[in-house]
């Protein structure tokens, strides 16, 4: 095992014949904001309770910063954890609800007056530190109940789904703050999300999971340019997949009557059943029916189109499947559109 960062070895978790998680490792680096996403009941909730030595009969290691915390209780292993819904105690003020983080907890250099006031500045939020949290946003009660999970300097910060219970602007504005405290503070920080464009946006790395395994773990960039499963694909890039057959030449694959170009740079045998995974955005959408031969260019039907202020998210139809692709032009496009993509941008399966 690394000295630092988290290490979880072979991790299995099963509730009455549920099973939670198969078997997954995974090592977090110090200092990385490292995130566990996937759609619901992929397991991420179990894994993080796991690593904090909140689930009964976990079967598997947890090291963290290099000391095996296996058969150590919660309290001793040096955690902090936010939760979707704050669990700050209401008859508490701002500034006890952050002290409570600091009862297991002796100060070395400081009061804890000091640490608390340091910790409400953190969170840019010293000047309400009287109030009760029902006196609070549910983003400025989501902050303290960052500062009371930080109070305790712990060596990793555990986030579950923290800003999922706020509104969509509100959420984009603390996932810039989080990201910036947890760069000021260095602390290892796995964060567990839903969302795609969340766990993209904020982390170092992401692990991608799925009913209880992981898929993929990768730099934001990778797991959304260079997938290494259909799951992926589908879950993190939105992906159209194709899934056809290698022509004889092994130049092409052949997809319900159609060709399309093998993806560039990769390999397959002629008669190799494979996907091809091409992003909405890497679709070009032009007016009129002008198919080619290569398979570049498909003659598609428009279905309905979504208006996303930046662009224009547009669900097609060809050979009977859904093609959705998104594009920048200046009005939406409608009826018979061809389609158009580059080798370069698609991806094999
Ligand atoms: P969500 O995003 O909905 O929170 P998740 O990815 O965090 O989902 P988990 O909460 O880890 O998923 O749950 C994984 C699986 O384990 C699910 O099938 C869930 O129903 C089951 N599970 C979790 N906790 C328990 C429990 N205490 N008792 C029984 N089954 C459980």
């Known amino acids: 095992m690394t000295d630092a960062g988290v290490q979880v070895e072979s991790m299995r978790v099963a509730f009455d014949g549920v099973t939670a998680l198969r078997d997954v490792s995974l090592a977090v680096e110090s200092g990385e904001f490292f995130t566990l996403v996937g759609p619901s009941g992929c397991g991420k909730t179990t894994m993080l309770r796991a690593i904090a030595g909140l689930t009964d009969g976990a079967e598997g290691t947890v090291a963290i910063d290099g000391r095996d915390v296996t058969d150590a209780p919660p309290e001793e292993r040096n955690v902090g954890m936010v939760f979707q819904n704050y669990a700050l105690f209401p008859h508490m003020s701002v500034r006890e609800n952050v002290a409570y983080g600091l009862r297991f907890h002796e100060l070395a250099d400081k009061s804890e007056d000091d640490r608390v006031a340091e910790l409400l500045e953190l969170v840019d939020l010293g000047g309400v530190a009287d109030r009760s949290p029902e006196q609070l946003s549910g983003g400025q009660q989501q902050r303290i109940a960052l500062a009371r999970a930080l109070a305790p300097e712990p060596d990793v910060l555990l986030l579950d789904e923290p800003l999922s219970a706020l509104d969509a602007k509100l959420r984009k504005r603390l996932r810039v703050q989080l990201q910036t405290i947890q760069r000021e503070l260095d602390i290892t920080t796995i964060y567990v999300t839903h969302d795609q464009a969340e766990a993209l946006a904020l982390s170092d790395r992401v692990a991608v999971m799925h009913e209880g395994r992981v898929e993929q773990v990768a730099v934001p960039e990778t797991v959304y340019r260079d997938p290494t499963s259909r799951f992926v694909a589908e879950f993190v890039g939105d992906n159209n997949l194709f899934d056809g ?105």
Do not use: M
């Open 245 to 349: 057959r290698v022509t004889d030449d092994g130049a092409s694959v052949a997809v319900d009557g159609a060709t399309l170009p093998l993806p560039a740079g990769t390999a397959a045998s002629p008669g190799e059943s494979v996907t091809v995974a091409v992003r909405p955005e890497a679709i070009a959408v032009d007016d009129g029916d002008e198919a080619g031969a290569d398979g570049t260019t498909l003659a598609a039907t428009v279905e309905t189109v979504e208006f996303l202020g930046d662009a224009y998210r547009v669900h097609c139809r060809w050979q009977g499947r859904r093609i959705e692709c998104k594009t920048t032009a200046a009005n939406p496009p409608a009826g018979r559109v061809t389609l158009r993509f580059d080798a370069a941008d698609a991806q094999l399966l």
